[in-house]
């Protein structure tokens, strides 16, 4: 075989792997719209003495607003949160950045979205920004979309354990997964409350029409 005809195999293959993935990530897609949303989680009322807790209240953070409005939200009693699994996660770049003297430089900036499925292991819809922009080791699955059965329930043994935090800033809802560490102490996370970038809000819960998440 000469070396036009293997990179035209080479081509061909790819194209037909793409294409499987795409039919693949169709059906997954097909799948998740049957599943329970993460609005239907059994929410819990953060303690609204938390709020006034000095390690927050004293911490100095850019986006002093939300700080605020946070602390506020938290102290009125309409934050709660909801213990999970995560089951998998992905990466989902959320804007760019020209840094430098030189215009022509961008910086990519991530953040990490989580698949969840609740204590009794049922798998919800959506994936949930969480507050990293790199993927904690135990969050991710790292299975091949050939191998991947997704099933709509999981066996709860298998996945750590994670918070999402549900809070309102004035009167937009937020939700925002965190780990046992973050949630124990919000002080790692008081900066990153708003999900705004340089150039839009995020979207908390996503459902990103080219990324896919796998899990057994």
């Not at 793409?18 to 329970?36: A, C, K, N, T």
């Not at 009693?77 to 992905?90: N, P």
């Not at 080219?210 to 899990?215: A, F, G, K, S, V």
Request: aromatic residues 12%; charged residues 30%.
């Amino acid at each position: 075989m000469g070396l036009f005809s293997k990179a035209k195999a080479y081509w061909e293959e790819g194209k037909e792997r793409q294409r499987l993935y795409d039919e693949r990530r169709m059906h997954e897609r097909e799948r998740d719209s049957r599943r329970p949303s993460i609005t239907s989680l059994r929410f819990v009322t953060l303690n609204p003495a938390i709020a006034d807790s000095p390690n927050l209240v004293k911490l100095k953070v850019k986006d002093k607003k939300a700080k605020e409005m946070f602390l506020d939200c938290i102290r009125s009693g309409r934050a709660s949160f909801a213990e999970v699994l995560a089951i998998d996660s992905t990466l989902i770049k959320i804007d760019e950045e020209n840094t430098g003297f030189d215009s022509d430089y961008i910086k990519l900036i991530f953040r990490c979205y989580v698949k969840v499925a609740d204590l009794n292991g049922t798998v919800y819809k959506e994936i949930v920004l969480s507050s990293r922009e790199k993927q904690p080791v135990d969050w991710n699955r790292n299975i091949d979309w050939q191998k991947a059965e997704n099933p709509d329930v999981v066996k709860v043994t298998d996945y750590p354990h994670v918070y999402i935090l549900h809070y309102y800033l004035g009167d937009k809802p937020y939700y925002m997964l965190v780990d046992n560490a973050e949630f124990n102490n919000l002080a790692l996370i008081l900066g990153r409350v708003r999900f705004v970038t340089y150039y839009k809000n995020l979207t908390p819960l996503e459902l990103d029409e080219d990324c896919c998440c796998w899990w057994n």
